[in-house]
Nanobody, 124 residues
Framework: QVQLVESGGGLVQAGGSLRLSCTVS????????MGWFRQAPGKEREFVAA????????YYADSVKGRFTISRDNAKNTVYLQMNSLKPEDMAVYYC?????????????????WGQGTQVTVSS
């Protein structure tokens, strides 16, 4: 069973930075796609970023492009989300997810495994 554990959330002022980590345990495959999603109170969960484990190809939502960077460390089985220039509208619970096989990385139902989420709070 694949397990995902997020860490790195917290409170930051607008304009600040945070780095989220997602450590993957259990059987994993190079074909996996790793994604970050977020959900603000009263809103639907939305795609933030994704990375193909095999070749490192990255994808971003327009709202975070240029401010967030997703990366992976194969040796540590960890995926990161570096968040810079944070805005109050970035405040949400951030979730890490893994998909065994996925073509369209932004589709929530395509992901097979989910972490428990980590809270990101941005003060204005």
């Amino acid at each position: 069973q694949v397990q995902l554990v997020e860490s790195g959330g917290g409170l930051v002022q607008a304009g600040g930075s945070l780095r989220l980590s997602c450590t993957v345990s259990g059987p994993t495959y190079s074909s996996y796609t790793m994604g970050w999603f977020r959900q603000a109170p009263g809103k639907e969960r939305e795609f933030v970023a994704a990375i193909r484990w095999s070749d490192g190809t990255t994808y971003y939502a327009d709202s975070v492009k240029g401010r967030f960077t997703i990366s992976r460390d194969n040796a540590k089985n960890t995926v990161y989300l570096q968040m810079n220039s944070l805005k109050p509208e970035d405040m949400a619970v951030y979730y890490c997810a893994a998909a065994r096989s996925l073509v369209v990385v932004s589709i929530i139902r395509g992901y097979n495994y989910w972490g428990q989420g980590t809270q990101v709070t941005v003060s204005s």
